[in-house]
T-cell receptor
């Protein structure tokens, strides 16, 4: 069985603070993919990043960075110098054999 | 290029009524999915299809039916609406079943059952 756990329900920060979102997953598969999606207040789902199980390199894209650690089954996401536009729900997801399993999401609230 | 289009965006139903959520994609994707999102929860898979004429149950299929007569369309039918089906529904598609594929999501359909 697959499972994705996002233990943080909501995180509130003041603009320019960094925020880290935790994601822990469970799977018995050796090949799998991990994703992060953003859901802004408008409701659509926006793809942010994909990482396969064989690639543990961390990745940085602008103010976003991701830390994948297979040993702890974690795929954490950090927003550096947060902005109000980062306010959204962020979902971590695990895909194995084509079916995407989502975590419950973390609501990020960035106040000016 | 419209991507994945869902209609309606909003709908209010009375208990026991039936309705169909429409989903169409113009990317010639074989794989299509229906998810529901409840408040404070992640998305849960209702049904999926690997091609025209082929559908299968996901994690939460009870109370729903689907059909896939064409590659483009994947409607979701609620036969006897119940308050527990109040949710936001997302349709998605992908070009293959590979776990690497990024799903393209529609904008969502918010359904309220009273």
């Amino acid at each position: 069985a697959q499972k994705v756990t996002q233990a943080q329900t909501e995180i509130s920060v003041v603009e320019k603070e960094d925020v880290t979102l935790d994601c822990v997953y469970e799977t018995r598969d050796t090949t799998y993919y991990l994703f992060w999606y953003k859901q802004p207040p408008s409701g659509e789902l926006v793809f942010l990043i994909r990482r396969n199980s064989f690639d543990e390199q961390n990745e940085i894209s602008g103010r976003y960075s991701w830390n994948f650690q297979k040993s702890t089954s974690s795929f954490n996401f950090t927003i550096t110098a947060s902005q109000v536009v980062d306010s959204a729900v962020y979902f971590c997801a695990l895909n194995s054999w084509g079916k995407l399993q989502f975590g419950a999401g973390t609501q990020v609230v960035v106040t000016p | 290029n419209a991507g994945v289009t869902q209609t309606p965006k909003f709908r209010i139903l009375k208990i026991g009524q039936s309705m169909t959520l429409q989903c169409t994609q113009d990317m010639n994707h074989n794989y299509m999915y229906w998810y529901r999102q409840d408040p404070g929860m992640g998305l849960k898979l209702i049904y999926y299809s690997v091609g025209a004429g082929i559908t299968d149950k996901g994690e939460v299929p009870n109370g729903y039916n689907v059909s896939r007569s064409t590659t483009e369309d994947f409607p979701l039918r609620l036969e006897l609406a119940a308050p527990s089906q109040t949710s936001v529904y997302f349709c998605a598609s992908s070009s293959s079943s590979s776990g690497a594929n990024v799903l393209t999501f529609g904008a969502g359909s918010r359904l309220t059952v009273l």
